[in-house]
């Protein structure tokens, strides 16, 4: 398995900006796609946006198309989810996440190397 690390969450106001930052080690993670994931408080964990193992391919929540963007660096093994356009319902805990598959996948079961997440608040 690959260990993932998150960064870059904090509290902003509605209307602004933030990237989150992906670390990984322990395996290639060029062999991984990657997603991120996210959960508000009471409710369930949902996708968010996942890129495949070149970045070539590309896949977002209805919900974040248009305002937030997945790249990543295989060079230095990380993940970004940049997030333009915060609204309120957007806070939530974010998790990066690596699978070994090599379709895009938008299923939790999917991906089988969790980060601890981190905290995004978005205030109206």
């Known amino acids: 398995q690959v260990q993932l690390v998150e960064s870059g969450g904090e509290l902003v106001q509605a209307g602004g900006s933030l990237r989150l930052s992906c670390v990984a080690s322990?395996?290639?993670?060029?062999?991984?796609?990657m997603g991120w994931f996210r959960q508000a408080p009471g409710k369930e964990r949902e996708f968010v946006a996942a890129i495949s193992w070149s970045g070539s391919g590309t896949e977002y929540a209805a919900s974040v198309e248009g305002r937030f963007t997945i790249s990543r660096d295989n060079a230095k093994s990380t993940v970004y989810l940049q997030m333009n356009t915060l609204k309120p319902e957007d806070t939530a805990l974010y998790y990066c996440?690596?699978?070994?598959?090599?379709?895009?996948?938008?299923?939790?079961?999917?991906?089988?190397?969790w980060g601890q997440g981190t905290q995004v608040t978005v205030s109206s």
């Open positions: 996440a690596a699978s070994s598959g090599s379709r895009l996948s938008r299923r939790l079961n999917d991906f089988g190397s």
């Open positions: 322990g395996r290639t993670f060029s062999r991984y796609t």
